[in-house]
């Protein structure tokens, strides 16, 4: 099952961000066939030549200490979530939320880092994994670099 979740999923996610990023440099563009290559803007972003980047990307699970009374969890949840917000604001991670059905998988996280290594000491700062409530399960991913600019436009349409 999972080896055909995680698949089917990073397809839904890669064409879901294409087509968002495709539809807004269409819009703004005076020539809607025509895509202009922003040389700056790749940079910033740390675009290869086909516009892709290294990340890490991170399935919480629950984890092993889970028996928490109900207003340490909840402080735990608070805690994990200034911790999201935190890491979105330096720039180390990309894209995070939890997931809508009873799958083992709690949460997403990508992370804006190029190594495992790096992203498992990322995820050591949260509070929620340091008291056991979550685990994370980590795996190197090549997606688009135009995923770095979610978080800006996250802050644009949210109220």
């Not at 996610?13 to 990023?21: E, K, Q, V």
Request: proline fraction near 3%; charged fraction near 25%; charge should be negative.
């Amino acid at each position: 099952m999972r080896k055909i979740f995680l698949p089917s999923f990073l397809f839904v996610i890669l064409f879901t961000i294409g087509a968002c990023f495709e539809e807004t440099q269409n819009n703004n563009s005076s020539d809607s066939a025509m895509i202009l290559y922003d040389s700056v803007l790749a940079e910033k972003l740390g675009a290869d030549d086909y516009g892709m980047k290294s990340y890490v990307i991170a399935f919480l699970k629950a984890g092993p200490n889970r028996d928490q009374d109900s207003s340490t969890a909840v402080e735990l949840q608070k805690a994990h979530r200034a911790n999201i917000g935190r890491l979105a604001d330096e720039g180390l991670l990309a894209l995070a939320g939890p997931f809508l059905d009873d799958s083992e998988f709690a949460r997403l996280f990508i992370f804006n880092v190029s190594t495992v290594e790096e992203a498992k000491a990322l995820t050591e700062s949260d509070p929620a994994i340091q008291a056991g409530r979550l685990v994370m399960e980590l795996h190197p991913w090549y997606g688009t670099a135009g995923l770095m600019q979610v978080n800006e436009i996250h802050k644009k349409i949210k109220k």
